[in-house]
């Protein structure tokens, strides 16, 4: 699990729900999910008890980077496309069947429509199938590629692999069905017949795999004993002798635009950043991120006033809609709380996400009532309370409400200028000191757009409200997803203007890339 949770803090995105197939001894995992607020990963008993925590991070890095880039929607509609193929298949064989308890002239103009449906079912699947596999082989190799890239560590993943080829089980499942999603797996999940077996293989040989990471290997694979309990997954990260700065203390340049720039592929640094992150958390605070009531309680102790006499009132109203337990471990939360940075914060709230998920509908409810009640108390909404509603909103109504993504309407950036204007605005007015230093800001930013005229003067600051920016994120969603990465370069030019970042900044830049489904990995150094 701090693999996963790792991996998710150098992403940006929330912890996917983690599940393990019991009784499976081969080494196998996968990933699933239509969205980063939806996704899952699983692995294989095997995987855990066989693999060390170097092999099993490159194992959950290949399958972080099928979430990140998509692969993982485009499995599932490839199974829901394969599946609606072969139905016309079934249809056609029940026709044939129920022709032959008709009589010769009703039953056969139904078996020939039978025989028909059945044919173009059975070689729709067939060439399907082919089409499927061959995209799913490419996609493996890139994954590989990713994962080494993501974690800067070519033996944990080659080690996985050679450990495939040399288990007893291999990495087959012993499930009857697993054939219909093992194109999601990390390795060929079945036997295949050796005919077909290169026109139906989802995955490349286990050699070319290697050999395309570890060019020199001798083809020997290592004998692999009964399952054994991993040594040294459990063991604690070092230091990271000065890899990590603090926000405000990072270069812009370095920071900010490479951590956009790499939206959906995360970097070593911030691989190792979220490492050494996760490492420093108290054990009650991990502990408190997995269970129901400690996480919901977590949220609510990180937005409690800062305020005594707010504070108290506001404990009152939450011991009103929950119960005296709930109240004393908010308050113990927040007390912990209150010198962690904005980074650690929503890394912890990205941590709970899955826990939350598993709320009932009532529980939501009122964890959504008190979400509420505790963000209303002063009569205002600070940035990071913003962040961490839409942070909710996104990932949680999605599941609970049933809201999907919104569907696409704006191709052309020009209907969406006024939107860039705003949020490009609000953002230099966040990060500066005075009029001058936002207006020098902003031109950074709408000249990485290429507005032009269209730009105009920067907006007034009574105009760059939460409530502008988010009626902007709101019609920036609809948007094709290359207007919104450049969004995310423009957000990345305007803070780059004086060189610096603060954690205000920060939590925009979050907040804005999380609306678009635009993760945005921790802001870290390169050594």
Not at 494 to 500: C, G, I, Q, W
Not at 505 to 523: H, N, T
Request: glycine share 8%; hydrophobic share 45%; with cysteine.
């Amino acid at each position: 699990m701090n693999v996963v949770e790792e991996m998710a803090i150098a992403s940006g995105v929330p912890a996917p729900e983690v599940y393990v197939l019991d009784r499976e001894p081969g080494i196998n995992a996968f990933a699933a999910g239509n969205t980063t607020s939806d996704a899952v990963i699983g692995v294989t008993q095997g995987t855990l008890q066989l693999l060390r925590r170097d092999e099993l991070q490159g194992v959950i890095a290949h399958e972080f980077s099928h979430i990140l880039n998509g692969d993982s929607r485009i499995n599932l509609r490839a199974i829901g496309l394969l599946h609606g193929i072969f139905l016309l298949a079934l249809i056609g064989r029940f026709l044939i069947r129920g022709s032959m308890h008709s009589g010769k002239k009703e039953g056969g103009g139904v078996a020939v429509i039978g025989i028909g449906l059945l044919a173009i079912g059975s070689i729709g699947v067939f060439f399907g199938r082919m089409i499927q596999s061959s995209i799913s082989r490419q996609r493996e190799l890139l994954a590989d590629a990713s994962a080494v890239q993501f974690t800067r560590d070519t033996d944990g993943l080659v080690g996985a692999l050679k450990k495939i080829g040399g288990a007893p089980s291999r990495s087959h499942l012993e499930t009857p069905k697993a054939d219909e999603a093992s194109h999601i797996f990390f390795s060929d999940a079945i036997r295949r017949l050796r005919l077909f077996a290169g026109l139906f293989r989802t995955h490349p040989p286990l050699g070319e795999r290697i050999r395309k990471l570890e060019p020199s290997w001798d083809g020997e694979f290592p004998e692999v004993k009964l399952p054994r309990i991993s040594q040294g997954m459990s063991s604690p990260p070092g230091p990271l002798a000065g890899e990590v700065y603090a926000l405000s203390e990072l270069p812009t340049e370095l920071a900010v635009g490479q951590a956009l720039e790499h939206i959906g592929s995360p970097r070593p640094e911030q691989v190792a950043f979220a490492r050494s992150l996760h490492a420093s958390l108290p054990d009650f605070w991990i502990h408190a991120v997995h269970q129901a009531p400690m996480a919901q309680a977590m949220v609510f102790g990180l937005l409690l006033a800062q305020d005594e006499v707010l504070r108290g009132t506001e404990l009152i109203r939450l011991e009103e809609l929950t119960d005296s337990p709930t109240a004393d471990l908010t308050l113990r939360f927040h007390s912990e709380a209150v010198d962690r940075s904005s980074a650690e914060k929503i890394a912890l709230v990205d941590m709970a996400l899955p826990t939350l998920r598993n709320l009932s509908v009532d529980e939501y409810e009122r964890f959504c009532q008190v979400v509420d009640a505790l963000m209303q108390s002063d009569r205002r909404i600070d940035l990071f309370e913003y962040t961490l509603s839409r942070m909710i909103q996104r990932h949680l109504a999605r599941h609970f409400e049933g809201a999907g993504p919104a569907p696409l309407r704006f191709r052309s950036l020009r209907a969406l200028v006024p939107d860039a204007r705003v949020l490009i605005a609000t953002l230099a007015r966040v990060g500066s000191r005075n009029d001058e230093e936002a207006e020098r800001a902003f031109r950074h930013g709408v000249q990485t757009l290429q507005l032009g005229d269209a730009a105009g003067p920067i907006i007034a600051q009574s105009e760059c409200t939460l409530a502008a920016v988010d009626r902007a994120l709101r019609r920036y969603d609809a948007a094709a997803p290359a207007l919104k990465q450049g969004l995310m370069l423009a957000c990345a030019a305007t803070v780059m203007a004086d060189d610096k970042i603060t954690d205000r900044e920060a939590e925009l830049i979050r907040a804005i890339g999380d609306a678009l489904d635009c993760p945005v990995p921790p802001f870290v150094q390169s050594s």
